[in-house]
């Protein structure tokens, strides 16, 4: 009946079910029907007896084999975490593929000759993006565990081929940080890899050696930036492992010769640039990159707009319709040219992130679409990144 040679040795299975797992029993067919317990309606499954010398040519050899694939086969749609909207390529996986499996086979479709260099990212499937943090190595069994979320099944993993293997990097700690350039009107963006028991010190030495200073002994700091505010000043001494740059931008900047030498009566404040909300004027709408100014104790409005202009080098057009307020918890206080500024300020005031120099003026910048972590800049500086 199956077209088999008569001399060919068949094997026998009785398939007892497929749901939720594979029951499938080998039949001796030297004993009776009723000693094997089978009856009306039950299922044979039969097939050519495998060779001694051929069956390791086969990944499923027997019945058995064969059904636990069919039950867990699974096409993966395989995207670049750098193209997360695009599918790369699909492969046809088991469900019960070990993680060692899934990056080997990842590897061979690749051509990479280390799958330990494969880092797969799972998908969110209410956001429909990748979710924020990668899978670590052999941080999931299988391959199942990789494309659930929730109650959900995904058929869709990122992948990106790392420079190192996976084991190394995550005994590293990796940073992106965004260096603003003293003198120039330029971003750069770099990754830093340290140890996770490192600090901030660290990083900022490692950067000193990627970019240019604007002197030899220049310092530097790094600030955690966040909806266009800056909200702290990291102590060199702090250990970077707790550091998250998913959410918050790293800025590192030099810190400015006038910060270094302030005066007993002297003001570090917080400058925003803002606008008002269309649909509510009583809300302001931060934007740009913020920034500290010292301001002294006598000094009015009208100087400080004096040094703004010159620092934000915009034109007299332009500036001549900026208006400047004193902004505590999103309500603004608009300055008058001869106020004296420094009466609205705290000593110290680095920390109030709430409490700022508002700088109100059109957003010009270009739209763009950005992730949650990223922040449009003012007047829109060349980006260099680096890997």
Not at 21 to 43: H, P, T
Request: glycine residues 2%.
């Amino acid at each position: 009946m199956a077209g088999f040679l008569q001399d060919d040795d068949v094997e026998l299975y009785e398939e007892i079910k497929f749901e939720p797992n594979v029951m499938c029993e080998y039949i001796d067919n030297r004993i009776i029907f009723r000693s094997c317990q089978l009856e009306d309606g039950d299922i044979v499954c039969f097939q050519k007896s495998p060779k001694p010398d051929t069956a390791d040519q086969f990944r499923y050899p027997d019945v058995p084999s064969f059904l636990v694939y069919i039950r867990n086969r699974q096409v993966v749609h395989f995207r670049s975490l750098e193209k997360p909207k695009e599918d790369d390529f699909c492969l046809e996986m088991s469900k019960i593929f070990t993680y060692d499996e899934v990056v080997e086979k990842v590897a061979q479709q690749l051509g990479v000759d280390d799958p330990s260099k494969i880092r797969l990212t799972s998908h969110n499937c209410y956001s429909q993006q990748p979710k924020p943090q990668p899978i670590k190595y052999r941080g999931v069994e299988r391959l199942l565990d990789m494309l659930i979320h929730y109650n959900q099944t995904s058929d869709i993993l990122y992948y990106e081929v790392l420079d190192i293997p996976l084991p190394e990097l995550q005994a590293l700690k990796t940073l992106k940080v965004t260096y603003h350039h003293a003198t120039k009107d330029e971003v750069s963006v770099h990754s830093i890899r340290l140890p996770k028991n490192s600090t901030v010190g660290d990083v900022l030495s490692d950067i000193k050696s990627k970019v240019d200073l604007s002197h030899p002994d220049a310092e530097l700091r790094l600030l955690e930036v966040f909806y266009h505010k800056i909200y702290k000043i990291f102590a060199p001494s702090e250990k970077i492992e707790n550091i998250n740059d998913q959410y918050w931008t790293l800025r590192a900047e030099e810190v400015p010769e006038e910060e270094k030498n302030l005066g007993p009566f002297d003001r570090l404040i917080h400058v925003y640039h803002f606008t008002k909300d269309t649909q509510n004027q009583t809300q302001v709408q931060n934007f740009g990159e913020p920034f500290f100014m010292v301001i002294r104790e006598d000094e009015t409005l009208s100087s400080i707009k004096e040094r703004l202009q010159k620092k934000l080098k915009v034109s007299d057009e332009d500036f001549s319709k900026w208006k400047f307020a004193y902004i505590s918890l999103g309500r603004p206080d608009y300055f008058e040219d001869s106020d004296t500024v420094a009466t609205r300020f705290q000593r110290n005031m680095y920390g109030a992130w709430e409490q700022y120099l508002g700088l109100e003026h059109p957003d010009t910048a270009p739209r763009k679409a950005h992730s949650a972590n990223q922040n449009r800049h003012s007047f829109e500086r060349p980006v260099k990144i680096y890997n």
